[in-house]
Structures are given as structure tokens and as C-alpha cells.
């Protein structure tokens, strides 16, 4: 799970950013903020891997403050104004990427796969970005979620969508009953769930079931 | 005074003075062959004087005026009437008033000193004479005295004729500088009322202001040429350039400023030297100019800075509101793509709309950097710069429509290929006028050079000539379009259109 942090003025905009990153089965956004001083500040309290960061902001400058919170987050610069000189700005101040607020969500979520990762793409030309990137389109689960089997992940789905009684979970899989409890107890474990309702949630949240 | 030019009163003066001379020797003779008995004497009296009345006379009037000319001149001739005097009678002879003559010379010539000069040799002359005759010097004070009062008499005389004539003089100049001010004025005039019409016209750019006053200027001052320098930001620009300069020309500069700053310079090149006076007529000539292009310069600075004030404005809202606006927009489509996953029409449909939407965004972005860049010299502004100096035959006109300047990427390889269009026409065409016209705006335009002079036939005329594989490769380099079209005797016409309407 990567933990993003996001640094725009645009409130519109940060928490659009922010609902479609939470959809995204490995990123969680744990914090919005309007500034600059105001990321070094909330990261202060909540560790992010990443940072999504503007650059002109009323607040403060986003590029002064990766440059001050050097390897503390990789940063990722979106603006809307990407001029030469700003990216410029942005390398010298160790921004691991520089991207225009139209990119597509795919690639920025990748960017930010990219960039946990240890990779450094502000660097690269647009064809190597976009070739390293196609590595990172998928997003990566925990062991334990990658783990599931094809049996587990059809009942996660059946959760999702309430079907959450044994004998139902039997019938519906042609299975029985014993065998439904021992899928259970081994998805309860590969997610680290206690129950059902939690299994169904997380099942949803890393995007392995849908909940319709 | 020696070596002046003869005023006309002097001439008149002299030529009194000599006929004076004859009556006066006339009526001398006269008299003393009727009262005389010493025949020998009087004859030699007669003939002294007579050779000194023709002497004066027939000397050169410019003998006068060299160097001791005149000094020599009276000198020997009050000798030689003082001989007269004193072979006919000392003070009481009929030649005294002859011997008046050379004194009243002198002082015409030589000013009061040397006709008092003249008239004391004389006077002095004479009183030996009456002293050897055995009277007293009292007889001699009438004669003396008549001589003082005579060359005072003329030198007066002299003096207020000098005065006229200098106060006439000085009013003919003053006459004559004030018409020369009065033609300056009236062309002053018809340069304000030309840039009035120029302003009611909308026409008015500092290239036409330019060309019109130095053609003004030319225009005045035979076989010259001349050059209009406006001093700008980045330097001098040359606006305006005019006739061929003279073999072995003199040069002058002469300074456009207004009262608290500098704008250009005039630069002449003038095949005869020009006095203080002329340089002073050009300066006030151009002064209104001066002020015409220091008036536009502000109105440039005042209506430049109104639009970069509303293009920040305008990058800041596109910048601040709508770009992320939208961006978050694209965001919620993949996000809805995203989740209609199950749905493959819906999702493509989606992503048919983020495709869009991203567009969007770019341009958003293309326009906020265009808006960022300060802005430049308009098209127009940069031909009329570039065409500046093919001036007279055949006449280039530009007349562009162009309601925003071409994008920074494009606007100067549109510049280069019309300002070649527009030089192939103006040296090689042969035609009387070269028309440069079309309508502009931000991403496209259309714009055509025209001729009305020889042409050529397109087929048969050899790529690579005129340049015309250059223009072909800055015209595909800035994705534009490029056509040739001429017909033999119908004149050419070059077409460039880029961007998409």
C-alpha cells in the first residue's frame, strides 16, 4: 500500500485526485493539503511515500518545499503550467517526477508505483518514462492479496456483493460447506480480516471484488 | 572697410563727387584766367589740377579698395591740388575749393581718421603756403577751418548713409528668414495635418510617420539621402531609408528628442555642406516629428501594458480555475472508466470523453504559456520592419488583417518567407507595386505577396532560384502551405496558409 499525500490549492481538483487515487486498489491518500509549508508540516505527523505536489500555490511555493523535504517523500510535481523552467526548478530541487494536471490517472497511478519504488522519472525523456512506466500499470497487491486463489476470489466477490451465509456460498460454487469455511479461513489470513464484512471491504477496496 | 564690397550708395557718392570736381575745376580755371596776369603759372595750376580731376575719375573704383589704395590715392592727389593752390594765390586761389576733393575721398573710403588725416596734410600744406606769403596764421584759420568742417560734414554724412544702408540690409535678412521660417512652419503643418489623417485614418505607425518626413526633408535639400532612426528597447531600428548617397557626401546628424528624452536621430548624407542655419531648420522641421513618435512610443507603453495586464489576468483564471477544473473532470472520467470496467461500450465512451477532456487541458496549458510569453511585434510590425529599406520602385505596400500575431512558434519563419516573397518581387518582378495582404489570427492565417510585373512561367522555372527552395523548406518545417502561381506578362503571386480555420 502506498501512502500519497496531496499538495494543491485547487480544492476541486485535490480531491479528485484524492477519490481516484483511493479507488486504485495499492494507493491511499492520507492527507490534502494547500500549500507547500503545509505538506512539510502535515508529513511531519503522517509519513507519505509519495507527494503529489503543485507548484504555484497562494500558501507557498511546492517546489521550495520538496527541496526541503528531500528524502522524506519522492515527490511528484502536477501543475498546470509546465514550462521548461519550471521543470528545471523541479530537478534541481529532487522532484521525482514532472507531469501536466491532464495526465490520464493510469499513468499517473504507475508514476506513483514508479516513483515508491525508488525510480526516478523526471530524468528520463518522454518515451523512456512512458516505457518504464508500462511496468507499473498494474497496481501491486501485498503478498498476501496476490496470493489468493481463483476459488478465494470468486467468494470476495460473492461477499461483495452480500452473499455472505455459508450455505448460500456453498450452492452458488458448488461446493460444501466444509470447503467454504477452510477458502474463508485462508482469505481471513492472506488479507489479515477477522470477519466476512471486513474481508468484503478490503476485497473492494484492492479492487479484487466489486461491490455490484 | 578696404577690402569690403562697394555698397550701391558708395558708387552713387563717388560719382558726385567727380562730376563735383569737374565744375569745380571748371569754374577754378575760369576764374583765374580772367583775374591773372602770370600766365605761366595759372597754364601749369590749370594743368596740375586737371591732371588730378581725370586722375580721380578714371582710376578704377576697386583701386580704392585695396590695401592703401585709397590712402595713396588722396594722398597724391592733395599734393597735387595743393600745387594748384599755391601757383594761383595761396589762400585766396581759385582751386581751394578743388583741394577739398581728396579729403572728402578719403573719408568716404577710409572712414573719418584718414579723411581727417588727408584733411590736416592738407590744411597743413596750405598754412606754409599763406606763411610763406608773408600773412599770419590767422589768415590762414578760414581755409583751415572750411577744410575740418568739410570732411566732418562727410564723414557724418557717410555714417548715417552706413547706418541706412545697414538697417536695410538687416531687414531684408530679417525679411527673408522670417518667409524661410513661414515655409518651415506651413510644411510643419502639412506633416501635422498628414499625421492627423493618418490617426483618423487608424493607419498611423511610426514606418509611414517616418517615411513621410524624411521624404519631406529630402525633398528640400538636393541630391541627398537620409536615414530615420527610432531609438527602441533593443537598440536602434532603422525605420525609414531614402535616396542614394552622393559620392564625396558630407554627413550629419541630427538628434529627434523631445523635451525630457531622447528618440532617434536623423542621419543626412548631403552632397554640399549645410550651414548652422539649414541644420537648425531641420530640427525645428522635425521637431512635431519628434514628438509624434515619443506620443506613440507612449501609446504603445499605455495600450502594452493594458494587454499584459488582461492577458495575466486571463493565464491566471485559465491557470488557477479552469484548467484544474477540467483536469479533475478527466480524472472522474477514469475514474468512471475505471469502474465500468464490466461495461465495454460505457467504458469506451468514457474514454472517448477523457480523450477529449485531455486535449482540452493541453490547450488550456498552450494558451497560459502563450499568455505567460511577453508579447511581440505583431506580424505586420515585423514585415514593415523587414521591408523597410525596398522603398520607391516598385512600391511594397502591407496590408495585413491581423487581428492577434501568429503564435511565437510560427510567427518567425512567417516572417522570413514573406519578407523573401516580398524582396524576390521587389528586385526581380520589374512591376510598379508589391502587394503584401491577408487576414491573420492566433493559430492560422493566409497571407499573399503580389506583383504585377513580368512573371514567369512556374513549370520551366529552375527550383532553387529566388530562393524558393528555402521558403518551401521553413513553410513545411512550420506545417504551412506554400504556392507559386504565375503566368509571363501577368505578374507572380506567393501564397502561404498554415493552421486549420
Known amino acids: 500500500m502506498i501512502r500519497v499525500m496531496i499538495a494543491d490549492d485547487h ?16 494507493t491511499r491518500v492520507v492527507g490534502v493539503v494547500g500549500s507547500g509549508p503545509a505538506l512539510e508540516e502535515a508529513l511531519e505527523t503522517q509519513p507519505a511515500e509519495v507527494s503529489i505536489v503543485d507548484i504555484e500555490m497562494p500558501g507557498g511555493d511546492g517546489i521550495d518545499s520538496i527541496a526541503e523535504l528531500g528524502r522524506r517523500t519522492n515527490a511528484i510535481v502536477v501543475s498546470m503550467y509546465a514550462s521548461d523552467e519550471q521543470k528545471g526548478r523541479a530537478v534541481k530541487a529532487g522532484a521525482k517526477g514532472f507531469f501536466s494536471k491532464g495526465v490520464p490517472l493510469m499513468m499517473l497511478a504507475a508514476a506513483i508505483r514508479a516513483v515508491a519504488d525508488g525510480q526516478d522519472l523526471i530524468v528520463l525523456d518522454d518515451t523512456a ?40 456460498l456453498a450452492e452458488r460454487l458448488y461446493i460444501s460447506q466444509k470447503t467454504v469455511k477452510n477458502h474463508l479461513a485462508s482469505v481471513f489470513q492472506k488479507l489479515a480480516v477477522s470477519d466476512r464484512t471486513q474481508a468484503a471491504i478490503e476485497a473492494i477496496r484492492l479492487g479484487i471484488a466489486r461491490p455490484n | 572697410m578696404a577690402a569690403s564690397v562697394p555698397a550701391p550708395w558708395e558708387f552713387r557718392v563717388h560719382r558726385s563727387i567727380t562730376i563735383g570736381q569737374f565744375v569745380a575745376l571748371v569754374v577754378a580755371v575760369v576764374i583765374d584766367l580772367v583775374t591773372t596776369a602770370t600766365m605761366s603759372s595759372s597754364l601749369i595750376a590749370m594743368a596740375v589740377a586737371t591732371f588730378y580731376v581725370i586722375g580721380t575719375a578714371a582710376v578704377p573704383e576697386s583701386w580704392y579698395r585695396i590695401r592703401f589704395g585709397a590712402e595713396s590715392i588722396t594722398l597724391f592727389g592733395a599734393f597735387l591740388t595743393i600745387t594748384a593752390v599755391t601757383l594761383t594765390g595761396g589762400i585766396g586761389s581759385p582751386y581751394l575749393l578743388l583741394s577739398m576733393g581728396p579729403p572728402i575721398f578719403a573719408t568716404i573710403y577710409g572712414g573719418l581718421r584718414i579723411g581727417l588725416m588727408t584733411g590736416f596734410l592738407s590744411a597743413g600744406l596750405l598754412g606754409l603756403i599763406t606763411l610763406a606769403d608773408g600773412l599770419t596764421l590767422l589768415d590762414a584759420l578760414p581755409g583751415v577751418g572750411l577744410y575740418l568742417v568739410f570732411v566732418l560734414l562727410v564723414s557724418v554724412i557717410r555714417k548715417l548713409l ?10 531684408a535678412e530679417d525679411v527673408e528668414s522670417a518667409t524661410q521660417r513661414l515655409e518651415s512652419l506651413e510644411e510643419i503643418h502639412s506633416v501635422l495635418l498628414r499625421l492627423s489623417e493618418d490617426i483618423s485614418a487608424g493607419r498611423l505607425n511610426a514606418v509611414e510617420v517616418a517615411a513621410d518626413t524624411l521624404e519631406a526633408i529630402l525633398a528640400r535639400i538636393p541630391g541627398s539621402s537620409g536615414r530615420l532612426v527610432l531609438e527602441d528597447e533593443e537598440g536602434p531600428v532603422v525605420l525609414a531609408s531614402r535616396g542614394v548617397p552622393p559620392d564625396l557626401a558630407q554627413s550629419y546628424q541630427v538628434p529627434l528628442s523631445t523635451v525630457d528624452a531622447s528618440v532617434g536621430s536623423l542621419e543626412l548624407l548631403t552632397s554640399e555642406s549645410l550651414s548652422r542655419a539649414d541644420l537648425i531648420d531641420i530640427e525645428t522641421f522635425v521637431q512635431p516629428v519628434s514628438i509624434a513618435f515619443a506620443n506613440l512610443r507612449l501609446l504603445q507603453d499605455i495600450v502594452g501594458s493594458a494587454v499584459a495586464e488582461e492577458r495575466i489576468r486571463l493565464a491566471r483564471e485559465m491557470h488557477d480555475e479552469i484548467g484544474p477544473s477540467l483536469a479533475s473532470l478527466g480524472l472522474a472520467l477514469d475514474m468512471a472508466a475505471m469502474q465500468q470496467a464490466q461495461h465495454p461500450d460505457l467504458a469506451d465512451d468514457l474514454k472517448v470523453l477523457r480523450t477529449n477532456v485531455t486535449k482540452l487541458v493541453e490547450d488550456v496549458r498552450a494558451s497560459v504559456a502563450d499568455l505567460r510569453s511577453a508579447p511581440g511585434p505583431t506580424l505586420t510590425a515585423r514585415l514593415l520592419q523587414s521591408t523597410a529599406l525596398l522603398d520607391g520602385n516598385p512600391l511594397v505596400v502591407v496590408d495585413l488583417d491581423e487581428r492577434r500575431p501568429p503564435r511565437p512558434a510560427v510567427i518567425g519563419d ?88
Open chain 1, 11 to 26: 480544492q476541486l481538483f485535490a480531491e479528485g485526485l484524492s477519490q481516484a487515487l483511493d479507488i486504485l486498489p495499492d
Open chain 1, 129 to 168: 518514462r512512458d516505457e518504464l512506466l508500462e511496468h507499473y500499470g498494474e497496481a501491486r497487491l501485498d503478498p498476501g492479496a496476490a496470493s489468493l486463489t481463483e476459488r478465494e476470489r470468486e467468494i470476495l466477490q460473492l461477499l461483495a456483493v452480500g452473499v455472505s451465509a455459508t450455505d448460500e
Open chain 2, 414 to 501: 512567417l516572417t522570413s518567407i514573406l519578407t523573401e516573397a516580398t524582396r524576390n518581387a521587389y528586385i526581380h518582378s520589374g512591376g510598379s507595386k508589391v502587394l503584401v495582404s491577408g487576414r491573420i489570427d492566433r493559430s492560422h492565417g493566409v497571407c499573399s505577396v503580389i506583383d504585377d510585373g513580368a512573371g514567369f512561367d512556374p513549370s520551366r522555372e529552375p527550383e532553387g532560384h529566388f530562393g524558393l527552395i528555402g521558403m518551401r523548406e521553413r513553410a513545411e518545417k512550420i506545417g504551412a502551405r506554400i504556392n507559386f502561381q504565375s503566368t509571363p506578362g501577368e505578374g507572380t503571386t506567393v501564397t502561404i496558409e498554415w493552421g486549420n480555420r
Open chain 2, 162 to 171: 552706413a547706418d541706412i544702408h545697414q538697417q536695410a540690409t538687416t531687414l
